[in-house]
């Protein structure tokens, strides 16, 4: 098991940038696969973005890719979103999740995912 907590948050304007953090506690950061995944009101959690075990593998949402970049720094037990060219669809509360269902690769189902943090607001104003 291990711990997540979210942070970088908050209100920006459409066309700005945020970048979220996560910082995951327990063992072996490095053989979980991890996630991005976002809910706003009346609406399912979707996948934002996903990135393997190595780092080698991502996913994007299509609505992100070129805005949105998944990193993780397994040495740091780190896991970022950099967020740039905000539009107001994005406005949700975003969510870090970790995964050991899968060896390689990516899990785009929020039900692969074990261990999740307790989510931040991101709000984009129009």
């Known amino acids: 098991q291990v711990q997540l907590v979210e942070s970088g948050g908050g209100l920006v304007q459409a066309g700005g940038s945020l970048r979220l953090s996560c910082a995951a506690s327990?063992?072996?950061?490095?053989?979980?696969?991890m996630g991005w995944f976002r809910q706003a009101p009346g609406k399912e959690r979707e996948a934002v973005a996903l990135?393997?075990?190595?780092?080698?593998?991502?996913y994007y949402l299509d609505s992100v890719k070129g805005r949105f970049t998944i990193s993780r720094d397994n040495a740091k037990n780190t896991l970022d979103l950099q967020m740039n060219s905000l539009k107001y669809e994005d406005t949700a509360v975003y969510y870090c999740?970790?995964?050991?269902?899968?060896?390689?690769?990516?899990?785009?189902?929020?039900?692969?995912?074990?261990?999740w943090g307790q989510g931040t607001q991101v709000t984009v104003s129009s």
């Open positions: 990135i393997s075990r190595s780092g080698i593998q991502t």
């Open positions: 327990g063992r072996a950061f490095s053989s979980y696969a």
């Open positions: 999740a970790a995964s050991k269902r899968v060896m390689g690769g990516v899990i785009r189902n929020a039900r692969g995912y074990d261990d």
